[in-house]
């Protein structure tokens, strides 16, 4: 029998189709069908200046905005050879970890309620919204943030701003010790997870898998430690990774991610350098308001920027940044003009999603939620 | 921090072991490569193309057993028109190459790369979706992002942004 599952399913977390061909309750085949959520940002990227697809990455995968951007502003300096203040290095790690816990919150809540664990959801959900204020603050949005811009940031930030994020990292381990008291000694978490779903380290390899999904599966590699990024280098923290290839084993890495990621964000506010936010670059980063007042060069610069760009030297450059989710790339060809000759975003969740087969077939039905909701799919990202 | 010129002298690159591994393999079917950005750039002959990824997989020296993507670049009008783009990783070195096959406009045709790496499925399908390449070996090779009867292939330079009307 074939059972259709989707796009508009609650537990497929967006608009994933899963066609299920089933013996009883066993599932004997598995087809996911995506590109519902499909806008072509890739072709939209190709008419636009390069610092008008800042706004369309966040699009990608609305649950982490600024990774997206990060991803997309490291690929064009590196094709320009910008070199980038410290100070704007530190509040992009500090605003990716931040986008991290935020994910990683919506992915806890939505997968333990998948599996019927309705309480955890209200609590991350708590949480996230002190961190999506946050973001407000800083950007003046809360989902679609695009605070990072092509030589820097956006703007300085607010007053206030670094106690707010420190009270906040002062009390999250605790708010983590909660959610664990909910799940992982939980008999019916740990029924529902352990074993479920298994995926061995060389078929997560094969099948192009990242992230915590490739972690679960004891293949030890997280891109912010080993081929380093916007200052990750300066930054101590661990990797998580379990042995179990299993539901549960994703979900301790995820939850140990949380408290990581935290450490992280200490230790950018411990260790935030002084001075500018943005690259000395007059020709590609706007000048600031004031100037453009007084100086008769800020003016005209910031008219060129906006009415036709800046050229970028012709090249390509593949960056590739730890999402949430694993592997973010952008794969980006300049030729020489103003606007990227070929956008291409190498989605984790595109790869991630070709695991659910693997994981999923000889199974049963109710497994395929707790599979879906542990390998964190993101539709926008996978459709693009 | 200015850049520094595009290295494409064979030459001068065979150092790096990815590509000396390929010229001690088959010079032949090694057609150029670039050093750019930090980032090393392989062309290969498209006959030679899955051949060559196995070498690089399984050889001990090399590693690169991870395939991150596969896209492609539409140079229209010009010709050999597409080039698609394959990214491997070694997880143990820690290392990326770019391979890169020239494909012209009358038979953009390739050799898949699921035999080697299941994953490059869902890649390569998004790949024939949008630009029309073709990869034979594929076993599912049908559109993945655009509707079953979409007509032309949207990544495509020809193709207008705002679509047919």
Redesign the interface.
């Known amino acids: 029998m074939i059972l259709n599952m989707g796009p508009q399913h609650p537990s497929t977390h967006g608009v994933l189709r899963v066609l299920l061909e089933i013996d009883g309750e066993t599932i004997v085949r598995i087809m996911p069908d ?2 519902f959520l ?1 806008t ?1 940002i ?3 990227c ?2 636009k200046f390069y610092q008008q697809v800042v706004p369309l990455t966040d699009r990608i995968d609305y649950l982490c905005p600024m990774t997206n951007n990060l991803a997309y502003v490291l690929a064009v300096e ?6 980038i203040p410290p100070k704007a290095q530190w509040m992009r790690v500090l605003m990716n970890e931040l986008t991290r816990i935020n994910s990683h919150l919506v992915w806890l809540g939505t997968h333990a309620m998948d599996i019927g664990a309705l309480t955890v959801f209200l609590y991350c959900f708590r949480e996230r919204e002190e961190i999506l204020n946050m973001f407000e603050m800083i950007s003046g949005q809360r989902m679609m943030t695009s605070y990072f811009r092509i030589g820097g940031l956006a703007l300085e930030p607010p007053l206030g701003f670094f106690e707010r994020v420190r009270e906040f990292a002062g009390r999250f381990p605790d708010k983590v010790d909660e959610y664990e008291n909910l799940l992982t000694g939980n008999p019916i978490w740990m029924m529902r997870t352990k074993g479920v779903a298994q995926l061995s380290a060389e078929d997560a ?5 990242s992230g915590p999904t490739l972690r679960g599966s004891g ?1 030890d ?1 997280d891109l912010r430690r ?2 380093p990024y916007s200052g990750y280098e300066n930054f101590k923290f661990k990797v998580p990774v379990a042995q179990e290839c299993d539901v549960f084993a994703r979900y301790m890495c995820r939850v140990r991610e949380l408290r990581e990621s935290n450490e992280i964000v200490k230790q950018a506010l411990d260790g935030m350098p002084e001075g500018p936010i943005k690259a000395d670059a007059p020709g590609i980063v706007l000048p600031d308001r004031e100037k453009m007042k007084t100086q008769m060069e800020a003016l005209i610069y910031h008219f060129k920027i906006i009415t036709e760009g800046f050229a970028v ?1 012709a ?4 960056q ?1 940044v730890e999402s949430p989710r694993g ?1 973010m ?1 952008y ?1 980006i ?1 300049s030729d020489g003009t103003a606007k990227p ?2 956008v ?1 975003m ?1 989605a984790a969740c ?2 991630n ?2 695991t659910l087969p693997k994981m999923c077939e000889g199974r049963l039905i109710a497994d395929v939620v707790a599979a879906i909701g542990s390998i964190d799919i993101v539709l926008g990202e996978i ?2 | ?3 520094a010129p ?1 290295i494409t002298d064979l030459e001068q690159l065979k150092g790096h072991p990815a590509l000396a591994r390929l010229l001690a393999w088959n010079a032949s079917a090694v057609t150029g490569a670039k050093f ?2 930090d ?1 090393m ?1 392989i062309y290969i002959d498209r006959s030679n193309l899955r051949e060559a990824c196995a070498l690089l997989r399984d050889d001990a020296e090399c590693t690169f ?5 596969v ?1 492609c ?2 140079w229209y009008p010009a010709e050999p028109r597409f080039e698609v ?1 394959y ?1 491997l990783l070694s ?1 143990s070195k ?1 290392e ?1 190459v ?1 391979l890169k096959v020239r494909l012209d406009s009358a038979s953009p045709v390739v050799e898949s790369l699921t035999s080697l ?7 390569e399908r ?1 790949v024939f979706d ?1 630009f029309g390449i073709r990869f034979t070996g594929h076993p599912y090779l049908r ?5 079953e009867d979409w007509e032309g292939h ?2 495509r330079k020809d ?1 207008p ?1 705002e679509g047919y009307r």
Do not use: C
């Not at chain 1, 090249?315 to 593949?318: D, F, L, P």
């Open positions: 995506i590109g499909h072509g890739e072709k939209t190709e008419a590196k094709l320009l050879g910008l070199e390899i094969a099948l192009g898998a293949v590699i080993d081929m030297p090249g390509e450059v593949y590739a592997e790339g794969y060809v000759y070929r291409h190498r595109l790869a999603l070709q459709d693009r | 921090m200015a850049l595009a750019d950005r980032e750039t057993n991870y395939l991150s993507d896209t670049v539409d783009v990214h997880i820690k990326r770019r790496w299941p994953g490059a499925n869902y890649f998004e949008l559109r993945l992002l655009m509707p949207p990544l193709y942004v």
